[in-house]
């Protein structure tokens, strides 16, 4: 099994900036694809960004298109998100998983880090 580990997360004022960083263990995929999606309580769960293990075309959600960058570390197995010009409206927990062979679906999930944007 895959197991992912987030850290990073806290208390920032609006307009700030925050990494995350999502760290994998176990068996995983050259065809894998590493995302990060967050999630307010009572809210349903929003994608964030994604990006390839090798090669391939990051990609982001709509509402933070030109604010978060995420990247990889190969050699640490390691996935960050570079958040800046944050916003109050981002606070909530953020989790990064792993979809991939056989059926290409997010099977295995983090733990979830806060992020708690003040105004």
């Known amino acids: 099994q895959v197991r992912l580990v987030e850290s990073g997360g806290g208390l920032v004022q609006a307009g700030g900036s925050l990494r995350l960083s999502c760290t994998a263990s176990?068996?995983?995929?050259?065809?894998?694809?590493v995302g990060w999606f967050r999630q307010v309580p009572g809210k349903e769960r929003e994608f964030v960004a994604s990006?390839?293990?090798?090669?391939?075309?990051?990609l982001y959600g709509n509402s933070v298109k030109g604010r978060f960058t995420i990247s990889k570390d190969l050699a640490k197995f390691t996935v960050y998100l570079q958040m800046t010009t944050l916003k109050p409206e981002d606070t909530a927990v953020y989790y990064c998983?792993?979809?991939?062979?056989?059926?290409?679906?997010?099977?295995?999930w983090g733990q979830g880090t806060q992020v708690t944007v003040s105004s």
């Open positions: 998983a792993v979809r991939g062979p056989p059926d290409f679906e997010y099977n295995y």
């Open positions: 176990g068996r995983t995929s050259a065809s894998a694809t």
């Open positions: 990006i390839p293990w090798l090669g391939g075309t990051s």
